[in-house]
């Protein structure tokens, strides 16, 4: 906003009690210990952009017509422009109310209790959900030395979104590095006292847990909207420019929108890459006003540090995509895996390949034809 | 103005690459090269971007 010209008010709301921060390192280095929580706040929380910030406060309505935001307490902010950034909450399982020892990640508060526990706990961590949040924490608690069991439901890690071929890859790399994991399983029950002991498992294993973190996905936050009239499905929904209604734009894992790189598919994006990139593009489509914004149209792109491999996304997979392995292989942990639907080349997916991953996402963004990439990479490996 | 890489964060992820593949280049071996420390002033926009992208905020400007 400040660096599009805008003078007037900026007022931040936010229900954690922090300045705004880096999510990433949460299930990486700040687990780990290796860094101090000061080291994540994000670089424009120090820099002079007059901002006024309302923290510790959370949105609980919203007066569409009447260009208001209501917020817990009874207090009201009058707006010109709003920018819906509420984000996503985890997803639960059912776990017995007030049982110690059970976790989500989201927040640098979830992360601070997660680590101070696995700091008094030499125990076994039992991770539920092997999506990015879930391995992440299992590498981490694996390489601070934990027994670590990690269950998803699953046949494979990411299944549904990379495929079962590269999803075994997952499942082997978290295997070599002494991860017990089960796959194609859910959990039926968690058992304990006034602390976790154990998590039964739907095939009828019972495996013992000192520590619980439950990484089985997160739902966007929009409760708050509910009866705004503002349309809400799995998220607000915007137009391609990313506005919600006049005056109202959403950006970050709370927005869907119809993305023209995809044809229009409507999506809605969880990655940190996106959050920066749909707030800027948000921020400009408010303050063009009437004249309109531009089309969001991003190739999608993400990243994942588990142990020493580093696992990168470009564009957006679905269930049913041919795959393909165009370069590298599995076997060696370094490869990329082009998707491909209706043609078109939808996604690239690479293990320790940025560039690669880099070069693709690119060409996505311009239309990449399926048969001229699986040509072009046939002809580079031999 | 003066591109500063610190290589000690740097992961290689390459958005840099993507962003200016003029001065930023993730060649084979996975290593961040810079091949312009010294951009023109034309290109701060896309460096500023470059320093805000960066997962490992491991960029920096200096003038």
Not at chain 1, 43 to 65: K, Q, Y
Not at chain 1, 72 to 97: M, N
Not at chain 1, 147 to 171: N, S
Not at chain 1, 329 to 338: K, N, P
Request: hydrophobic share 45%.
């Amino acid at each position: 906003m400040r660096e599009e010209g805008f003078t007037g008010r900026v007022v931040l709301v936010g229900d954690e009690p922090h300045r705004p921060y880096d999510r990433p390192p949460l299930s990486k280095q700040v687990l780990a210990g290796a860094w101090s929580p000061d080291r994540i706040e994000l670089p424009a929380v120090a820099a002079d952009l007059d901002l006024e910030w309302r923290l510790g406060t959370r949105a609980s309505g919203l007066d569409l017509g009447g260009r208001r935001v209501l917020l817990d307490g009874g207090a009201e902010l009058a707006y010109d422009g709003l920018v819906i950034a509420t984000g996503a909450t985890p997803r639960l399982v059912p776990v017995p109310d007030g049982m110690a020892g059970i976790h989500v990640l989201r927040t640098l508060d979830d992360c601070l209790a997660l680590r101070a526990e696995l700091d008094a706990t030499p125990g076994r961590v039992v991770v539920v959900g092997a999506g990015f949040i879930g391995a992440e924490v299992a590498a981490t608690c694996r390489e601070r030395g934990h027994e670590v069991t990690m269950i998803e439901a699953l046949p494979a890690p990411l299944a549904r979104v990379l495929g079962g071929e590269i999803g075994a890859t997952f499942a082997e790399l978290h295997r070599d590095h002494g991860v017990d994991v089960r796959l194609g399983v859910g959990v039926s029950e968690v058992h304990g006292g006034a602390r976790v002991e154990q998590v039964h498992l739907d095939d009828g294993s019972v495996i013992t847990a000192d520590v619980v973190v439950i990484g089985v996905g997160v739902r966007p936050v929009t409760d708050w909207l509910e009866g705004s009239g503002l349309v809400l499905d799995d998220g607000v929904v915007c137009d391609e420019t990313c506005l919600a209604a006049p005056g109202v734009v959403a950006a970050g894992d709370v927005a869907r929108w119809p993305n023209p790189t995809f044809g229009g598919q409507v999506m809605r994006v969880e990655h940190w890459d996106n959050a920066l990139d749909q707030g800027a593009h948000a921020a400009r489509t408010l303050l063009a006003g009437e004249a309109g914004g531009t089309p969001y149209a991003p190739v999608p792109w993400f990243w994942s540090d588990q142990y020493d491999r580093k696992l990168q996304l470009a564009g957006r997979p679905g269930p049913g995509d041919e795959m393909r392995i165009v370069e590298g292989s599995l076997e060696e942990r370094r490869f990329v895996g082009l998707f491909g639907r209706s043609g078109k080349v939808v996604a690239a997916f690479g293990m320790n390949r940025p560039a690669p991953i880099m070069r693709y996402r690119a060409r996505i963004a311009g239309g990449l034809d399926w048969e001229t990439a699986i040509a072009e990479a046939d002809a580079a490996a031999t | 103005m003066k591109i500063v890489v610190d290589f000690d964060l740097c992961e290689s992820n390459a958005v840099c690459m993507n962003i200016a593949p003029e001065v930023f280049e993730v060649r084979d071996d996975d290593f961040l090269y810079v091949l312009n420390e010294n951009p023109p002033e034309d290109m701060r926009p896309k460096m500023e971007e470059a320093v805000r992208r960066c997962p490992k905020q491991a960029i920096a400007i200096e003038d």
